[in-house]
C-alpha cells in the first residue's frame, strides 16, 4: 500500500477530522507536524475530491468509490473538544424528533464560540453554556462516541430555549416521545439554571406530559410538588402575547390551545 493510500485510509476510519487530529497522526507517523501533512496530503486530496473543507481546519473524508453523505452529527462534535449536541439536535439523537430539522445546535463555552455556517445543506448553530458537565452522556454514532444532552436535561434545555427545539407545538410533540426522563435528572438541570419560569414551564409540561404520553406515567406528585414548592408568587407567561389560560398549581399562564397541540402525535 502507498503512503498516500495509508493516509487516506486513515482519515476515512475517522470520516471527519480536525487539523490537531491530522497534526497528532502526522507527527506519529511522519515526525512532523500538521504544515507538513497540510501540503503534502491535504491540499492534494482536497484536489481529487476524496476530503471535503467544512471550515478552516475541519474536514469530511469522502470515499470516492461510493459512501454515505457527510454525518452532521459527526461534524457538529469535531467543532470542539468540550460540548454537547442539545435541543432538537439532541431530540433527533434521542430519536423522538417530530419533525427533521436542517440545522445542529452544538452547546459550547463562551471563550470556545464559533460562528454559525452552512455545511451540506445544514446549519451549524453554537450555543453558549456555562456548564457543558451536567446530564451530558456519550452516545455512539457510526462508531464513534459523541456527547449529548441526556434526556432530563434534554426536556429542560428545550423548554428553556423553545426556539433552538422548533417552537413550542414541534417541541411538545417531541418529548412526548422522549424516553428516559428521570426526575433527579431534571432537578440537576432546573439547578443549572436557577430560573423561576423555567420550574414552572417544566413542572407544568411534566404533569402534561404525565397526562397524554406513556414516558411520563413514572413521576410522582411529591416530585412535581418539590418543583412547584420553588416557584414564585406573580403569575408569569409560558408565551407572552398569546391567548392564555391561567394553571393554578403553576401559576402560569400557558397557550390556550397547548393541549390541542398535542393531538396527531
Not at 498516500?4 to 497528532?24: F, I, P, T
Not at 406573580?234 to 398569546?242: K, Q, S, T
Not at 391561567?246 to 400557558?254: K, M
Amino acid at each position: 500500500m502507498r503512503i498516500a493510500d495509508e493516509v487516506y485510509a486513515s482519515l476515512l476510519e475517522k470520516r471527519v477530522v480536525n487539523s490537531e487530529e491530522m497534526g497528532q497522526y502526522s507527527r506519529k507517523r511522519f515526525g512532523t507536524g500538521y504544515g507538513y501533512f497540510h501540503k503534502q496530503y491535504v491540499q492534494p486530496f482536497l484536489k481529487a475530491g476524496k476530503l471535503l473543507r467544512v471550515k478552516r481546519g475541519l474536514y469530511v473524508a469522502v470515499n470516492v468509490f461510493g459512501g454515505p453523505e457527510p454525518d452532521r452529527y459527526l461534524i457538529a462534535g469535531k467543532l470542539r473538544p468540550e460540548y454537547y449536541l442539545g435541543y432538537h439536535t439532541a431530540l433527533e439523537l434521542h430519536g423522538c424528533a417530530y419533525s427533521a430539522f436542517g440545522s445542529c445546535q452544538v452547546a459550547v463555552r463562551r471563550d470556545a464560540y464559533f460562528r454559525p455556517f452552512g455545511f451540506g445543506g445544514v446549519r451549524y448553530v453554537p450555543v453558549v453554556h456555562k456548564d457543558l458537565k451536567t446530564g451530558a452522556v456519550q452516545v455512539e454514532r457510526s462508531g464513534h462516541r459523541l456527547w449529548v444532552s441526556n434526556p432530563s436535561r434534554t426536556l429542560v434545555d428545550c423548554l428553556r430555549r423553545i426556539d433552538l427545539s422548533g417552537g413550542l407545538e414541534e417541541c411538545l410533540k417531541s418529548l412526548d416521545g422522549l424516553r428516559g426522563v428521570r426526575f433527579r435528572g431534571v432537578e440537576a438541570a432546573l439547578d443549572v439554571y436557577g430560573e423561576d419560569i423555567l420550574r414552572r414551564k417544566t413542572g407544568y409540561v411534566l404533569e402534561l406530559m404525565r397526562n397524554n404520553s406513556p414516558y411520563y406515567g413514572g413521576l410522582k406528585d411529591s416530585e412535581l410538588d418539590r418543583v412547584a414548592s420553588k416557584i414564585g408568587k406573580n403569575p408569569l407567561y409560558m408565551e407572552p402575547g398569546a391567548k392564555s389560560v391561567r394553571s393554578e398549581r403553576w401559576n402560569l399562564y400557558v397557550p390556550q390551545n397547548i393541549e390541542g397541540m398535542m393531538r396527531g402525535v
